[in-house]
C-alpha cells in the first residue's frame, strides 16, 4: 500500500540513500557528493532550499519528490520545479512515481504557484510521451545553460576586478 | 556611468516596466501579466521568492537581473537560477548586461553556492556563444517541460481522487 508524506529532518538518511540510487541509475555516481548533513542543512533549517515528499510502499521507502520554487516574472507568481523524482527499481510498475508527480502538482495548485515545471533526458521518450499525457509541454525552444567549478569562480573573479 | 544594487520594494515599480520591456522584445507581451503589487509581495515578503539586481546608467534605470535558488541534489548545495537578464534597448552595448552576469556569479560564488544556470533560445547563437566564452555549458540532453493553467488544474485534480 503506497503512503505519501512530506519528509522530516529524520527522513535525510533515507533520502541521500535515494539520491544515490538516482545517480546511479543515471551512470553519474561520481557526481554525487551529497550527504545526510547537507539535506538536513538546506532543507530543514530556518530559510529551506527545497521540500521533499517521500513515498513509502507497505511502509518501506519506496521513492521521493524533492522540489524548490521558481518565479515567473511574466505572471507575477511563483511555480515549482521538480528537480528529482526517483522510485526503486523494485518498486516501479506500481503507480508511485505518477502519484509523487501529481501530489505536487496539488500542492502548486493548492499554494496558488502559476507553473510547475521540469527537465527530462531528451533522448527519454517513454517519459516524454508520459508527461504529455498529462498536459505537459516542451519547452523545446530553451536550452539549459550551466556554470560551475573553475569557470564559476572565474566569472565572480571578473565581477570583482570591475 | 554604470551602478548596479540590490533592487528594492521602491523599485518594483521600475521593475515590472522593464520586465514589460522584455515581454515585448520577446513578442510575448500577451503572457506578461504580472503588477508591480505581485512584485512587492512575493519579492520583498517574509518569504522572498526572488532576488533582484538593478542597473542604472547616469542614475537612470537601465536594466536588471532578476534570480532565485535552486538546488542540486547531487552536490548537496544550492545553487542560483537566472530567471531574467534585460537590459533597455538603446543602452545596449555598454556591458551592462555582462556586469549584471558577473555580479549574480559573483554573488553565488559568496554564498556558497554549487551552480549558476539559465536558459537561453536555442536560436540565439550570439547569446550562446558569449555564455559559452564565459565557461558555461549547453545542457543539451536536458528537455524543460512545464504544465499550467488548466493542465495543471486537472493533475491536482487527479491527485485528489486518489
Chains 1, 2 share one sequence.
Not at 40 to 63: I, M, N, S, V
Not at 83 to 94: A, H, N, S, T, Y
Not at 102 to 128: F, H, K, M, T
Request: charged share 30%; with cysteine.
Amino acid at each position: 500500500m503506497l503512503k505519501i508524506s512530506t519528509a522530516t529532518r529524520e527522513d535525510c538518511g533515507t533520502i541521500v540513500e535515494m539520491i544515490r540510487g538516482l545517480a546511479e541509475y543515471e551512470k553519474l555516481s561520481h557526481l554525487m557528493t551529497a550527504t545526510e548533513a547537507d539535506l538536513e542543512r538546506d532543507g530543514f533549517g530556518p530559510t529551506p532550499r527545497f521540500h521533499c515528499l517521500l513515498a513509502k510502499w507497505d511502509d518501506q521507502p519506496a521513492g521521493f519528490a524533492l522540489y524548490f520554487y521558481n518565479y515567473s516574472t511574466f505572471k507575477g507568481r511563483a511555480g515549482i520545479y521538480l528537480e528529482d523524482l526517483f522510485v526503486w527499481p523494485r518498486l516501479r510498475g506500481k503507480g508511485i512515481g505518477k502519484a509523487l508527480l501529481l501530489e505536487v502538482a496539488r500542492i502548486a495548485v493548492e499554494e496558488g504557484c502559476g507553473r510547475y515545471e521540469w527537465q527530462v533526458l531528451d533522448w527519454n521518450q517513454p517519459s516524454i510521451d508520459f508527461y504529455e499525457s498529462l498536459g505537459a509541454q516542451r519547452m523545446k525552444e530553451w536550452l539549459p545553460m550551466r556554470v560551475e567549478g573553475e569557470a564559476l569562480e572565474k566569472m565572480a573573479e571578473m565581477a570583482r576586478k570591475k
